[in-house]
């Protein structure tokens, strides 16, 4: 066999062996997606319970298993590991990572807080994958259509597929991206256990008031991180959202006696937060679902091409019969733990289907999977078809929604391995098993990291704002407006007007203009998180434009790298630090 080297610098993968080129669906290759997808995917429930973002885990995927087992299968002169393998790798750990689709971090705890206590650990584990093993499903019968049938270019799967092959053509600076990730990692790690057991730096503002309105230094190498990767206009827009919300809106709100609050208490962000939100909700909805109508009437320029449409696959007795399966599990469950309606249960099987055709072109189109407006899409519909019944609008739209975002996030996978060639069929498999070791570990860390949602949600250490979202549609559709604030009310009118004008200013305006013309998701999300989170996120989207700016070579090799290190090392010592 020729050596590693020689084979992953040969400048594509016909340059390894014909044997690499041809293993894809090996043991290996499931083992390392389903081990790293266990590692990655408490990354994503932690992040989305602190400010309601997760991260695409396909290329850490990618990075991370390519510097394993290049070296391992050399010293132990196995096979190298080939291309079709590494995509298998990646699809099988982004399916786990991206179980938070399933409502893990939105639906599910806005229920339990309404409730007043989580799903058991069981049936929570079958009801999340349930979620998820529908969208994997309808991902595949979307395939054909999207994939090959269209010219949508889905750019997070382009990532990972070009991702793959420079890798197997430039393998020394695969390595050189894996050691600044890991070095990233480790020192976010290193940082957390000094400041948990050594230095404990403050947590302070320039004053005691100031402090109290969430003005204070959080020293959080994950939101850093996650700063870097969402960009400066959204840094931006979270930092005038803080300024407007904490800093304006907040002391008049006291100083009219508007929201109570006490000197003795050390935050007064509970009592705030619950007049905040309702206008950051509004914020967020319309310029969520302003922006996603936008997008379909953009999107809805595609048109199959005659050539790909002879050439595309059909749907296959298997798929039937998995998305049989899927769907009558899911509408049992929603009967079975939640109560609902079988009418209900069995209408969000066609709501999922259509949801996850529009999300679909929209994430072909933009790599954004619209997961917020799906999810107020969804509860909108059940909530004109089951008014007045909360629980029904939370889960119902959890099936639809969740399932929907899940399919149009693995249509990425999908993508990445149409570009190099990998079986469809066996993607599907490494799906199905990242999503049952998805759904175990993010369940069980999710009720490790959050035993009692009716005290330790909506406060500065978790101010879960996609629960708050949800929760907030909920009780709105269910129990109307007058359980609001007529304050909030007219805040709520204002805050919808704003995202739908920030939302078309999005689309109308010059690219190149819009950095200084505050995201509207952002703006909103701004008014239900810490004025600290939305700081540190925008000093990390800062730093990152400066390094654009003053070393864009290294910023283009490296940032993304660094940032992810840094997500995934806070949140890992986040998970653990619950057993200290």
């Known amino acids: 066999m020729a050596g590693i080297h020689d084979s992953l610098t040969a400048g594509s993968a016909a340059g390894a062996d014909a044997g690499a ?67 298998i790798n990646q699809t099988t750990a982004s399916a786990a990572a991206a179980i938070t689709s399933s409502g893990l971090v939105a639906p599910i705890p806005a229920l339990a807080v309404m409730t007043g206590e989580n799903l058991p650990w069981l049936p929570l584990i079958v009801w999340v994958f349930s979620v998820s093993f529908l969208g994997v499903w309808v991902g595949w019968f979307l395939r054909p259509r ?83 990767i969402i960009g400066l206009r959204a840094g931006l827009g979270l930092l005038l959202g803080a300024a407007v919300a904490w800093g304006l809106i907040g ?66 007795w298997l798929q039937y019969a998995g998305f049989t399966v899927a769907a009558v599990l899911a509408i049992v469950l929603q009967v079975v733990l939640f109560g609902v309606h079988w009418t209900m249960a069995l209408a969000s099987i066609p709501v999922a289907f259509v949801l996850a055709t529009v999300a679909a072109r929209v994430v072909g ?71 049952v070791i998805g759904s175990i570990v993010s369940s069980l860390v999710y009720l490790m990291l959050i035993p009692d949602p009716a005290t330790q949600l909506f406060t500065p250490e978790w101010p879960a704002p996609a629960v708050a979202v949800w929760k907030a549609v909920a009780e709105a559709l269910s129990q109307g407006l007058q359980g609001i604030a007529p304050s909030a009310l007219w805040a709520m009118a204002i805050g919808g007007v704003l995202g739908v004008v920030l939302a078309l200013l999005e689309r109308w305006l010059d690219p190149k203009r819009l950095v200084f013309v505050p995201s509207g998701a952002a703006l909103g999300l701004a008014f239900v998180i810490p004025a600290s989170t939305s700081l540190m996120l925008f000093a990390g989207a800062g730093l990152a434009a400066l390094a654009h700016r003053f070393a864009p070579g290294w910023a283009a090799r490296f940032l993304l790298s660094v940032a992810a290190g840094l997500v995934a090392g806070e949140s890992l010592f986040g998970v653990a630090s619950v057993w200290f």
């Not at 000094?194 to 959080?218: C, E, I, N, Q």
């Open 365 to 435: 189109e933009t790599s954004v999977a619209p997961i917020g407006a799906i999810g107020k899409v969804s509860q909108l519909t059940f909530g004109v078809m089951a008014p007045g019944h909360p629980v029904t609008n939370l889960m119902t739209a959890n099936v639809a929604g969740g399932s929907a975002g899940q399919s149009a996030d693995l249509l990425n996978d999908f993508r990445a391995g149409h570009e190099v060639g990998a079986n469809p069929a066996r993607q599907v498999v490494a799906q199905c098993a990242g999503v």
């Open 146 to 228: 999207m994939i090959e049938q269209s010219d949508l270019v889905f750019p997070a799967g382009m990532a990972a597929a070009q991702t793959m092959r420079d890798m197997f053509a430039h393998a020394d600076e695969a390595m050189s991206r894996v050691k600044v990730l890991m070095s990233s990692l480790v020192g976010a790690v290193l940082f957390n256990v000094l400041d948990k057991f050594v230095w404990h730096l403050p947590r302070v503002g320039p004053t005691l008031t100031a402090s109290k309105l969430t003005f204070v230094f959080d020293p959080s190498l994950l939101l850093l991180g996650f700063g870097g």
């Open 21 to 87: 080129s041809q293993r894809e669906l090996t043991p290996r290759a499931l083992a390392t997606g389903l081990i790293l997808g266990a590692l990655l995917a408490p990354c994503n429930v932690y992040s989305g319970l602190k400010i309601g973002w997760s991260f695409n885990m396909s290329i850490t995927a990618l990075l991370l298993a390519f510097a394993f087992w290049a070296p391992v299968a050399r010293l132990l002169q196995r096979p190298s590991w080939g291309m079709l393998e590494s995509n």
């Open 251 to 316: 002391p008049i709100l006291i100083a009219h006696g508007i929201v109570q609050v006490s000197e003795d208490q050390v935050s007064w962000f509970e009592p705030l937060v619950g007049w905040l939100l309702w206008p950051g909700v509004a914020v967020m909805v319309a310029a969520s679902l302003t922006s996603f109508a936008a997008s379909l009437f953009a999107v809805s320029k595609h048109r199959p091409h005659g050539r790909a449409r002879q050439q595309a696959s059909g749907n296959s």
